[in-house]
């Protein structure tokens, strides 16, 4: 390893390797169910403590549902209820406040805090009603007090139990742009501040706790990332500072073979590489934020994905190798959700430029599209959010005529064996002979096979796949499956 420092150029020993190694920090992300409760918290003192002489950083979410609550606490507003916002926020400053008092050091602090915050919220939620300020800014201010609150209880709780825990503000090292909502990182500057506000704490040998999702724009006002920004946040900082590892701790142990909550028998995938995680949450795995892996490969940061209420377990370890799984296939995502827009026109035949004119309506309309697939006449996208979707279609008018279905789900088959292993296209596509499959694609390269199916039948589609992937010796409807 070959270092410059000033005026200095030196190559480092072995040991001295060792040492910088051992000094990078690990970015340890809890999700909203990690601190849900006390024993939620109690269980974060003992993950923490356990790894305290690894420079830990940490990121938390809002406990579960404040994000929610805080959100439905602007539409409430927004339609004039500012008082019933404020009383469906009471059930969540109470759980803040029992943890607070059984488990943080100076609770009438934390208390204070809690207080200063709801008087805050109310003037917020008026303002919202009188349309005082823009709502998309006011609502980022709002839901960040979830982010917020969080890290300065889970520091109190920490340092309570003997660890030089110390909340920092993640909106003085997080900078985006101005897009409230879903606002963009900028790197450059992230990256300075992030490390400007946490390497002298960590040089200290104390313990950061910030908030994830959070950030602020260059003008000082509070930003978000998305929903589920958190796992950002933490690739983000874990970029920054070069990390050792980015740890992403929730409720379940690691990516699993499929979504549990449709098929509790999916198992945990031991190894991924990032492409195969990147593609997994980007087509529907919520257990990472689609971003998330971005950062990380940059510097080939690993990121494990861990299981707070098991921590004992392994989980996922996502990183630039991984083995080919010997059944080709690792998991099976999906999305619900989604809308299908197809333009058929004769004028497309033999003609340039008209694709570009299809992806220009969209781009004009900031609207993304996930998957496209093209014949002679007619093109057919995937879309996620359809809510622009009325002033889309009155352009695309000019261009052919327009079919739009809605209720439709995308399911991903991904794993790195899928490149260059004949006959799994064929393996896939018996198991779903009964059912309507309305758009596929796949890539000469890629390491998945995606295509699109009416929501109504994708639990069915995906058990299927499942059992026939990941359950060798089960039956599919009255057929053996061969894994
Ligand atoms: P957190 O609040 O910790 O960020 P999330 O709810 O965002 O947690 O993500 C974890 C959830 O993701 C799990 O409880 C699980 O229901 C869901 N999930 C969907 N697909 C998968 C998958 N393939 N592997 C693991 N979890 C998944
Ligand atoms: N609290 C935010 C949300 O619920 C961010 C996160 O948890 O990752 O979306
Ligand atoms: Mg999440």
């Known amino acids: 390893m070959h270092y410059t420092t000033g005026l200095f150029a030196f190559t480092l020993t072995k040991q001295a390797r060792f040492a910088v190694a051992v000094l990078k920090p690990t970015i340890m992300k809890f999700g909203g169910t990690c601190v849900e409760d006390t024993r939620a918290f109690e269980r974060l003192v003992r993950i923490v ?3 305290a002489a690894s420079r830990p950083v940490v990121i938390v979410s ?18 004039g209820h500012p008082d019933a916002a404020m009383r469906l926020l009471e059930r969540h400053w109470e759980r803040y406040q029992i943890v607070a008092q059984a488990l943080a050091s100076e609770p009438s602090f934390f208390a204070a805090t809690l207080k200063n915050a709801r008087s805050e919220i109310v003037d917020l939620l008026q303002a919202t009603k009188a349309q005082t300020m823009p709502r998309p800014l006011l609502q ?3 839901a960040s007090y979830g982010e917020r609150l969080s890290a300065v209880l889970l520091a109190a709780v920490l340092r309570q139990a003997g660890l030089p825990a110390q909340p920092v503000d993640a909106r003085r090292c997080l900078i985006t742009n101005s897009e409230h909502g879903r ?9 300075r501040r992030t490390r400007t506000e946490l390497e002298p704490l960590i040089a200290a040998s104390r313990i950061p706790v910030l908030g994830g999702f959070i950030g602020s724009a260059e003008d000082g006002t509070t930003t978000t990332l998305g929903r589920g920004g958190s796992d950002y946040t933490a690739a983000l900082v874990g970029a920054a500072l070069a990390a050792r590892e980015v740890q992403i701790w929730t409720d379940v142990t690691g990516v699993l073979t499929a979504d549990p909550r449709l098929l509790p028998q999916a198992h945990t995938i031991a190894r991924l590489s990032y492409a195969e995680a990147a593609e997994l949450a980007y087509f529907g795995a919520k ?21 707070s209420r098991s921590p004992e377990e392994a989980g996922t370890i996502v990183c630039a190798q991984t083995e080919m799984s010997p059944r080709t296939v690792k998991a099976i995502a999906h999305k ?13 035949l033999g003609a340039y430029g008209f694709l570009h004119a299809i992806f220009e309506i969209f781009n004009r309309h900031r609207t993304a599209i996930d998957i496209v697939t093209t014949s002679e006449v007619s093109v057919s996208l995937s879309l996620d959010d359809a809510s622009g979707l009325p002033a889309i279609v009155n352009e695309l008018n000019d261009l052919g005529e327009v079919r739009v279905e809605h209720k439709q789900a995308i399911v991903c088959v991904v794993g790195e064996g899928l490149r260059g292993t004949p006959g799994i296209a064929a393996r896939i596509f018996s198991c779903l002979s009964d059912i309507n499959i309305s758009l596929i694609s796949q890539g000469a390269h890629s390491i998945n096979l995606t295509f699109v199916v009416e929501e109504d039948s994708a639990v069915e589609a995906i058990s299927r796949l499942h059992a026939a992937f990941f359950e060798s010796g089960m039956t599919v409807k009255g057929k053996a499956v061969v894994a």
């Open 62 to 79: 809002a406990m579960s549902g404040v994000t929610d609550a805080l959100l439905e606490s602007v539409v409430l507003a927004t339609a």
């Open 49 to 51: 403590s356990a790894q």
């Open 336 to 348: 619900t959700g989604i809308t299908l827009v197809q333009i058929s026109s004769a004028r497309m």
């Open 183 to 191: 606002a963009e990182p900028m790197l450059a500057q992230t990256e």
């Open 140 to 142: 980022d201010l709002i």
């Open 287 to 307: 257990v990472l934020h689609p971003k998330t892996i971005q950062p990380a490969v940059l510097q080939s940061i690993p990121v494990r994905i861990c299981n």
